[in-house]
């Protein structure tokens, strides 16, 4: 929404909370107005946050504050963790899931550091995408905001600038040591990609918890007998499959502690049918807290859905994660800490016991909040249009003020 005179009332809370994080007002000016232009700017990209005000700067000191300006966004991204830690329904438990997942971000350009060609399977085709590993938290109470991520370069990129490769296991491994280096409690989670021997000995080597998607092509060992996995859940009987209902939904399950070879110690594997009569087994997950009880497993994998799926939809439909076209790979790094700024302060407001003053009614999503902000900021459009009518200014002078000439 063009013409914005003031930024939403929780940017201003913002600003008092990170403001000292900058050298100076310009600065401040900038991260009020980059983080306004992600909950409410039509195109999210620093031109387009840069075009939404009345009055600031040229687009190139925006760029300059994204890129090159020395401010330190880790410290940005601590302090934002560490006010999250004062809300009893955003704060770190044990009984919390910490997901693993990656999601690509497609760009325009070439240009920009660390892009690449990579196959989308949602869209069966190859993106010029960004492709990010991102480590969340979801909280006993539901709610849930991004941690930490690392951006994966093609083994091409880094022979070619000469620097060491990078996999997606070894960025995977120090998101984990990441987590347990800021002692954040609770059971890490991820889809079958990321079930590799090597991680699942990593997690439980650190003495954490992990539970994961488990393919159906795997290798175990059964009573010292190898099976595919999909051959042995075929001899499971029918009368072995107990039922179990969660939330309305009724699932079949099975549950056993196996070994995968090579790997060093016991996994428990739960095979879940959506029929007792089912053929083939629909998920199979594991664990290597071999005595937890079924419905602690469940609810550890279905957190891996509310803190990943959910986060990177909202994060590209509502907030701009994938819209930054900045060729640098500084200002990228910094767009998507602001991205998770943005996603955790929205986070905290949603489902609380009253609504917000500035919202006027009680917020449920991302998209919801930032509709209420477009509203607000459109509110004090009006207000400021009003008080200079009353003092006497004229149409023209409004608009050519407003940007709207």
């Not at 000469?162 to 070894?170: E, K, R, W, Y």
């Not at 959910?310 to 790094?333: A, E, I, N, S, V």
């Not at 009614?361 to 207000?383: D, F, H, N, P, Y």
Request: glycine residues 6%.
């Amino acid at each position: 929404m063009p013409a914005i005179v003031d930024y939403p009332e929780l940017v201003h809370h913002l600003l008092a909370q990170y403001g000292d994080l900058f050298a100076n007002e310009p600065e401040r000016r900038h991260f009020a107005e980059y983080l306004t232009g992600l909950y409410v700017a039509e195109r999210k990209t620093v031109s387009g946050i840069n075009r939404e005000f009345a009055v600031t700067t040229d687009q190139s000191c925006f760029n300059r504050w994204l890129t090159e300006v020395e401010w330190d966004v880790e410290k940005l991204n601590e302090r934002r963790l560490d006010l999250l830690q004062r809300d009893s329904n955003t704060r770190w438990t044990a009984w919390g899931s910490i997901p693993l997942d990656n999601t690509l971000i497609d760009h325009d350009g070439k240009l920009i550091d660390d892009v690449g060609y990579f196959w989308n399977h949602a869209d069966k085709r190859h993106l010029i995408a960004h492709d990010y590993l991102i480590i969340n938290y979801v909280c006993s109470s539901g709610k849930h905001y991004p941690l930490e991520f690392r951006r994966f370069r093609k083994r091409e990129t880094c022979a070619a600038e000469g620097t060491p490769f990078a996999s997606h296991t070894d960025l995977s491994k120090e998101l984990i040591d990441w987590v347990i280096a800021h002692a954040i409690p609770g059971t890490f989670t991820f889809d079958s990609y990321f079930s590799s021997v090597e991680l699942l000995d990593h997690i439980h080597a650190n003495e954490r918890v992990y539970v994961g998607d488990i393919k159906l092509n795997r290798t175990i060992l059964v009573a010292g007998k190898e099976w595919k996995l999909s051959e042995w859940a075929k001899t499971i009987p029918l009368s072995a499959r107990h039922s179990i209902t969660i939330n309305g939904k009724t699932q079949y399950w099975f549950s056993k502690s196996v070994q995968l070879p090579k790997l060093k110690h016991p996994i428990r594997l739960v095979l879940l049918w959506r029929e007792r009569e089912a053929e083939q087994v629909s998920k199979v997950l594991g664990t290597n807290r071999t005595f937890w009880e079924l419905t602690r497993i469940l609810k550890a994998y279905r957190h891996r859905w509310t803190g990943t799926e959910t986060f990177h939809r909202d994060g590209k439909q509502h907030l701009g994660m994938g819209d930054c076209q900045l060729r640098k790979g500084m200002g990228q790094t910094r767009h998507m800490y602001l991205v998770f700024l943005a996603y955790s302060a929205v986070m905290s407001e949603l489902r609380q016991a009253r609504p917000q003053e500035w919202a006027q009614e009680m917020l449920t999503t991302v998209g919801q909040a930032c509709r209420s902000m477009s509203r607000e900021v459109l509110g004090k459009t009006i207000a400021w249009v009003v008080e200079r009518t009353e003092e006497g200014w004229s149409l023209p002078q409004i608009k050519a003020h407003l940007a709207l000439v």
